[in-house]
């Protein structure tokens, strides 16, 4: 599980970096939170492209692949957190990730249940990790499947 069809082939490397940028929108969304403009989602995706593209020659070792993994979904959270404006605040202090010397109290509404937005987040950035990891230590499984898929439905896609 260390990404060896990254390693064999390393052009496909640049594919991680839609890949991080798509879970981790599909984890925000499916959330309900709000993501950024298309155009910093542009920019993340190729500033993740470039550095997959770099560390792919390394042969890290799974463990180090799904810690960066994480590491880049909780970037990305932080991102999306802070360019979209998220949680009626401005940037990461609507959803409580900023620092706040001073917040009034605000009392409790009697009736309303307890908001679990930060810990759905977490879960979805961390199942956005795991499938990423999966993804990329299984590449030549997960090509051989979409080819073999293609030319059954008739079409020949190469890769």
Known sequence: MNGDGFRRRPGAAWLCGPLMVALGVAA?????QPVPALSLLVALTALL??????TARTGMPG???LLLA???????HLAFSVFSGS????????HGHGILIW???QPPAAS???????????????????????????????TRLAVTAGRTAGNN???
């Open 49 to 54: 492209s470039l550095a997959a593209s770099v």
């Open 63 to 65: 463990w180090m692949l």
């Open 157 to 159: 896609v190469p890769i």
């Open 28 to 32: 925000h969304s499916a959330v309900g």
């Open 112 to 142: 309303a249940a307890p908001d679990h937005t930060l810990e759905l987040l977490l879960y979805a950035h961390t199942a956005a990790a795991l499938l990423a990891v999966l993804l990329i230590a299984k590449w030549d499984a997960v």
């Open 70 to 76: 994480g590491l880049v979904q909780q970037v990305l």
């Open 87 to 94: 949680g009626g605040g401005t940037g990461a202090t609507g």
């Open 103 to 105: 917040q009034p109290q």
